[in-house]
């Protein structure tokens, strides 16, 4: 034996369960001589002298499943659960005890590298134990301990397995721990060429074929080069990637591990083929990869998890998630720099079901996210800011799902840079007014919605129900009216719940937009006082004004006009008729002291023309009324054309006061 003991890497390491990730805290780990079941001491210092010169045959690891020993020879290592002090059953996907051996002889030197090893000699006999000192050069991450397997005639695979030139029988094994493998081992290097660098990488990955245990690759901090090879974890299960450090953050690049792909198609591919169903439960963590004309990043389909990782370059998107997504995770990830999309979302056979995502950053692509598959989708604590074109956009393909998709505390800014689109966008590729072709059960709360210069909001062009609840936005100076728009054919049932926007004054008065609007369907929509006459369509128009001052009026931006070179026609606004219906909904956010507001639907001949007020009473607000008012108007014969305009106009007498705010939400009721 020799006088010093040297530490044993796998448990300083950290030991973690296969299953969950959670480390092996307070796990009982137990020394015993190699390939017997003959207890074997180990010691806390190089010296053999803690905890005495008899050293300790058990010990239990820490918070972290680590325990930091030494030793002195070879060992066979067995993990137990806390409970099991009588060490009766090991716990599996740790080190697995009969299979696992560590050497820590430091007598036991043999080569440099790799070429080294295998012009040299077998061992002096079965078992005998060497170490290689590096792949390439001595340090460089690819060495380790191996032994000598006297009757093994296996092939070399240059990480695991090592062939002596000379020898027909008898190989070179490497000593590790059965649930990871570096793939420094097989020659990766940033020094080494695309095709090594893959080619390492993919025979770590292959060497997991349990889809139950699986286990971790890991690769280096440093800027590999694998293009334009794609690396696959195809019919994987349970196979993690795992680079040095998180490469999460809002700027890149930073320091860490960056896997390079340039040309190609895919990056890293984590996909089905075929009728395979066992692609799942594989992570990707803290790797950057960088796609320079690649079209996708990386591709994902099943249950797989990307985190702490950033993506960036692509052509196409830089994660394309593609299909049969079920309980995937999406979490602390980067998406910049793409030509057209920081993510995709959907594909047009499989639906995608029920998966997460937080913390997602998708910053300077040509568009932010594109979701047109996906059920249950819940983005979290998300940033979409500085794209090219839209921030975010949710399009339902005809035969496709995209419902119930929730959007909580996430910011959407400064998207379309440069021009004048939207940084939201709700719609359909078949817009037909029907549920099976347009987004339905869409909920944005507590999020942020910035625009600025001729930028525009949210356009919700196709939708079945969407909620923005306690949403703080602002607007560009675009034209009045539109910069947030809600088509009043197939943009039905928008609700806009507390929180109200942020509108801008937009040439004449408070710019507004179109806030919600409804579909009855042939029963017609009914409310509490039923407005409406039977059958036909009701809409609710809402516009908002924030600033009220005394002896002041103000026209609300109406619903159609022909300006800027937009046109409008009959199937995209209404239009009224004999006997048709108009109302008004005013809620206030304030309490009025003094004074009145007077509250009027008024349409225009022309976007500028002169005001018509409706015939009807109008609605008079005052120290008395209630937050809520309801009020019908009677329209006798009216046509509404491309060229008319209908708003709402509010005056405030000069004795007006409100001291708790002058914001107000107004909605007007047509029924036709």
């Known amino acids: 034996m020799a006088s010093t003991a040297l530490q044993i890497d796998a448990l300083w390491a950290g030991l973690n369960d296969p299953d969950t990730g959670q480390s092996y805290s307070g796990a009982i780990v137990a020394f015993f001589e190699s390939g017997t079941t003959t207890p074997k001491a180990v010691w806390l210092d190089t010296d053999k002298t803690l905890p005495s010169g008899a050293g300790l045959t058990q010990s239990t690891l820490d918070s972290n499943g680590v325990l930091k020993a030494f030793g002195d020879g070879a060992y066979k290592i067995n993990i137990y659960a806390p409970t099991d002090t009588g060490l009766t059953t090991p716990l599996s996907g740790s080190i697995d005890g009969a299979e696992y051996i560590v050497t820590t002889d430091p007598s036991s030197v043999g080569y440099d590298s790799i070429v080294d090893m295998r012009a040299g000699t077998g061992g002096a006999e079965d078992g005998s134990v060497i170490t290689l000192l590096g792949y390439y050069t001595p340090g460089d991450g690819g060495g380790g301990q191996f032994y000598w397997d006297a009757t093994s005639t296996d092939s070399d695979d240059t990480g695991l397995t090592v062939k002596v030139t000379s020898i027909t029988t008898g190989r070179w094994k490497r000593l590790y721990n059965k649930t990871e493998i570096h793939a420094d081992w097989y020659g990766l290097s940033e020094s080494a060429s695309a095709a090594i660098n893959a080619t390492a990488i993919q025979a770590a990955i292959d060497n997991f074929t349990d889809r139950t245990e699986g286990g971790t690759v890991r690769i280096p901090k440093g800027t590999f080069s694998c293009s334009p090879d794609v690396i696959t974890l195809n019919e994987k299960r349970n196979v993690s990637i795992v680079g040095s450090t998180s490469m999460y953050g809002y700027e890149t690049p930073k320091a860490g591990t960056y896997l390079s792909f340039t040309n190609g198609t895919v990056g890293i591919d984590i996909s089905l083929t075929g009728n395979d169903t066992f692609t799942s439960y594989n992570k990707i ?43 995937s995770t999406i979490n602390r990830v980067s998406c910049t720099g793409a030509t057209n999309y920081g993510m995709e979302i959907g594909s047009a056979t499989t639906n995608n079901t029920t998966f997460n995502i937080d913390r997602l950053n998708c910053r300077s692509n040509g568009y932010g996210l594109k979701i047109s598959n996906a059920l249950n ?47 939201l966008v709700i719609d359909a590729t078949t817009v037909d007014g029907t549920a099976a072709n347009s987004p339905a059960s869409i909920r944005f709360t507590d999020c942020e919605i910035n625009a600025s210069g001729s930028q525009k909001s949210i356009n919700v062009n196709a939708a079945y129900g969407v909620n923005f609840e306690n949403l703080s936005m602002s607007t560009g100076l675009g034209t009045p009216g539109d910069a947030t728009l809600i088509n009043s054919s197939y943009g039905r049932s928008v609700f806009f719940i507390e929180g109200f926007p942020v509108v801008p004054t937009l040439g004449y008065g408070n710019g507004g937009g179109y806030f919600e609007k409804k579909f009855s369907g042939s029963g017609g929509f009914k409310t509490d006082l039923d407005i409406h006459k039977a059958g036909g369509r009701t809409e609710t128009v809402w516009f908002v004004i924030d600033t009220i001052a005394a002896g002041n009026t103000y026209y609300l931006s109406p619903i159609t006009y022909n300006a800027a070179g937009i046109t409008m026609d009959s199937n995209t606004y209404p239009v009224l008729k004999a006997g048709s219906l108009v109302g008004l909904i005013t809620t206030r956010r304030n309490t009025i002291d003094a004074g009145t507001l007077t509250v009027t639907p008024y349409f225009r001949t022309s976007w500028q023309s002169a005001a018509f007020d409706f015939t009807g009473s109008d609605v008079v607000l005052n120290s008395s009324s209630n937050d809520d008012t309801r009020t019908i108007y009677g329209v006798e014969t009216y046509t509404f054309i491309s060229t008319y305009g209908m708003g709402v106009k509010i005056v405030s007498d000069g004795s007006y006061a409100a001291s708790l705010g002058h914001q107000m939400l107004i909605g007007l009721v047509i029924e036709y």
């Open 285 to 327: 963590k803290n790797i950057g990869v960088v796609g320079s004309g690649t079209t996708y990043g990386i591709l994902i389909d099943g249950i797989n998890m990307i985190e702490d990782s950033s993506v960036s370059g692509c052509t196409q998107a830089n994660i394309y998630m593609r299909e049969l997504i079920n309980s």
């Open 377 to 423: 989708l819940r983005v979290t604590n998300s940033v979409f800011e500085s794209n090219t074109n839209e921030g975010v956009i949710i399009e339902k393909p005809a035969g496709r799902q995209c419902d119930n998709i929730t959007f909580e505390n996430c910011w959407l800014e400064n998207n379309y840079v440069g021009g004048s689109g939207y940084q």
